[in-house]
């Protein structure tokens, strides 16, 4: 893998606070940089499949939306299956992402988790009584607990940052 070259450094540099929301974001993103929407697209493909970066994504704010519950919900799965089951989970209307984490025993039995968002803390609950119920019909005796963590502050998210040398 290339390692992060000034072409793509300048790149990220110009996008790291985000695309204008207009119908050619690429093609801004090019003007700033004084470089053709043709460029522009072929360095961030080539930076995707190299690995450099994972993704390009739009990362609505669900406050905004009225989705102000916001319930990360955590699994102990049986870790023979946990790779079946994250993959079943992360395709479940309303979960915005789910990863595996280690377990910490004896306090912390879960490896899977999941955020949902929801209008309420009853709709998130019932989101993820209808999720482990899913889990426990098409993995059996795989779930073994559950629980659900609420927020209760909001946190800036940001992705990549690079500093300007």
């Known amino acids: 893998m290339d390692h992060l070259n000034p072409a793509y450094t300048a790149l ?3 996008s790291q606070q985000g695309l204008a929301i207009e119908a050619q974001p690429y093609l801004k993103l090019a ?3 004084g470089v053709s929407e043709a460029y522009v697209l072929k360095q961030f493909q080539t930076m995707l499949d ?3 970066i994972r993704r390009i994504a739009a990362v609505p ?3 905004a939306l009225g989705y102000v519950a916001n319930g990360m919900c955590v699994w102990n799965i049986a870790d023979s299956m946990l790779d079946a089951v994250g993959e079943w989970l992360g395709t479940q209307a309303g ?3 789910c990863y595996r984490r280690p377990r910490r025993l004896p306090e912390w039995p879960y490896n899977l988790f999941a955020m949902l968002h929801g209008k309420d803390h009853d709709t ?3 989101q993820a009584r ?3 119920t899913g889990i426990t019909q098409q993995f059996p005796d795989v779930l073994h ?3 659900i963590l609420f927020s209760t502050a909001i946190l800036k998210k940001t992705g990549l940052r690079l500093r300007r040398p």
Do not use: K, M, T
Request: contains cysteine; glycine residues 4%.
């Open 12 to 14: 990220i540099h110009a």
């Open 31 to 33: 003007e700033e940089l």
């Open 50 to 52: 190299q690995g450099c």
């Open 61 to 63: 704010n669900h406050y």
């Open 95 to 97: 979960v915005s992402h």
């Open 124 to 126: 998130v609950r019932a």
């Open 130 to 132: 209808a999720i482990s």
């Open 145 to 147: 607990d559950h629980d």
